[in-house]
């Protein structure tokens, strides 16, 4: 049996980082479905695709850290630290014999000698960058994901009730969210990553404000 591993929301400022797992015996049925790697597929797409995975594999899940948890567990580790571990947790599901998963670090071998030993695991590991161009499991791991994700930052929009955008730095909706509720309230909102730079410097500016500006 092989596991498939992959994020969504490495990269966001806000919402949650999601590891997805799936578990299959071989890859016929994920060809057969036409995975892809997710970011390449419309949202409308991915969320039949991940109906269809989630009926033909044999297991599945995933693993979420809300930002607070990010910026809590950052103040001990790096990201890629992070990663290796909800990979992990998401990989000790079931036994499997390979575990494939997309490289998070530039260092592929570094990362793969650091996740087989924090795993314990003898058995084969193939960490790559863009394995979820490579290896359909992989890329059936990131819809996974990349949908789980999605339909909670969906649940956040909702808490708003504005527009947020994506969650992403470069979406200048996120952002001026953001920037317009620290002025407003003067700390970061819900569900955003305040050990972000771009956070940081916002709530720093904000906290430096006088009172002559308001």
Not at 32 to 59: C, F, N, W
Not at 111 to 127: A, P, T, W
């Amino acid at each position: 049996m092989q596991c498939g591993i992959d994020e969504a929301g490495r990269g966001s400022v806000m919402g949650p980082l999601v590891v997805g797992a799936v578990f299959v015996e071989s890859d016929d049925a994920l060809v057969e479905i036409g995975v892809r790697d997710s970011k390449k597929l419309t949202p409308k797409r991915r969320e039949k695709m991940y109906d269809l995975i989630v009926e033909s594999a044999i297991d599945w899940g995933v693993v979420i850290l809300p930002a607070e948890g990010v910026d809590e567990q950052r103040r001990e580790m790096s990201l890629n630290e992070i990663e290796l571990r909800m990979f992990a947790e998401a990989a000790s599901k079931r036994p499997v014999d390979t575990i494939c998963a997309d490289c998070p670090d530039v260092n592929e071998e570094g990362f793969s000698q650091r996740f087989k030993n924090y795993l314990g695991y003898d058995g084969e590991i193939i960490v790559k960058h863009k394995a979820d161009e490579l290896y359909p499991v992989v890329s059936a791991a990131s819809i996974v994901a990349k949908v789980t994700r999605d339909r909670m930052m969906d649940d956040i929009r909702k808490e708003f009730d504005v527009p947020i955008g994506s969650g992403y730095p470069s979406d200048h909706y996120t952002m001026d969210f953001i920037a317009d509720w620290i002025q407003k309230n003067r700390c970061a909102p819900p569900n955003v990553r305040c050990s972000w730079e771009p956070v940081k410097v916002m709530l720093s500016k904000r906290a430096n404000t006088k009172i002559t500006e308001w």
